[in-house]
T-cell receptor, first 112, second 115 residues
Framework: KQEVTQIPAALSVPEGENLVLNCSFT??????LQWFRQDPGKGLTSLLL?????REQTSGRLNASLDKSSGRSTLYIAASQPGDSATYLCAVRQLGYSTLTFGKGTMLLVSP | GAVVSQHPSRVICKSGTSVKIECRSLDFQATTMFWYRQFPKQSLMLMATSNEGSKATYEQGVEKDKFLINHASLTLSTLTVTSAHPEDSSFYIC???????????FGPGTRLTVT
């Protein structure tokens, strides 16, 4: 059974810092991996999707990497802003399945 | 990008009544939609997979007679919480799969409170 772990569970940084969120998964037979953002009381916004054949994806200040063989992904946020404050969720899709397995998320607080 | 809507965004109902939540893919067709439940400060828990034109597939521990799912068209799935109880109070989120990329797009969620 696939398990997804996110470290740290919570992170507080001052504005402007570069930061890294970590995600690990136990079964490397994945189809893709997605990073989401969730604001309190809201749904999920897809940030980046990495196919299993890819090593990284970039969107603006966000960069996500994937090392499938070691079961790890990182989300790098450059020059953090208070508006980046949210919970970041990592989810993987197994080969042969359409469902996603989610980690518990990292709650990020960026203070001005 | 692809948009998924949910209605209502918030609902308060009395114990014993039924509540229907709609999930729509606005600009793409989705043969597969998912329903999740999220408790405070917890991650999303998959409840069921909704397939257009066929019966939903429920995860272990989810009562199919209590959480009725209908996926009558390629853009609409509904979740009906029957005979709601206070313990059913939660945040319900749907997602739809874009067949071209297999990327999941999530709705904004529905906050259900059962009094």
């Amino acid at each position: 059974k696939q398990e997804v772990t996110q470290i740290p569970a919570a992170l507080s940084v001052p504005e402007g810092e570069n930061l890294v969120l970590n995600c690990s998964f136990t079964d490397s037979a994945i189809y893709n991996l997605q990073w989401f953002r969730q604001d309190p009381g809201k749904g999920l916004t897809s940030l980046l999707l990495i196919q299993s054949s890819q090593r990284e994806q970039t969107s603006g200040r966000l960069n996500a990497s994937l090392d499938k063989s070691s079961g790890r992904s990182t989300l790098y946020i450059a020059a953090s802003q208070p508006g980046d404050s949210a919970t970041y969720l990592c989810a993987v899709r197994q080969l042969g399945y359409s469902t996603l397995t989610f980690g518990k998320g990292t709650m990020l607080l960026v203070s001005p | 990008g692809a948009v998924v809507s949910q209605h209502p965004s918030r609902v308060i109902c009395k114990s014993g009544t039924s509540v229907k939540i709609e999930c729509r893919s606005l600009d793409f067709q989705a043969t597969t939609m998912f329903w999740y439940r999220q408790f405070p400060k917890q991650s999303l828990m998959l409840m069921a997979t909704s397939n257009e034109g066929s019966k939903a597939t429920y995860e272990q521990g989810v009562e199919k007679d209590k959480f009725l799912i209908n996926h009558a068209s390629l853009t609409l799935s509904t979740l009906t919480v029957t005979s709601a109880h206070p313990e059913d109070s939660s945040f319900y989120i749907c997602s739809a799969v874009a067949e071209s990329s297999y990327e999941q797009y999530f709705g904004p969620g529905t906050r259900l409170t059962v009094t």
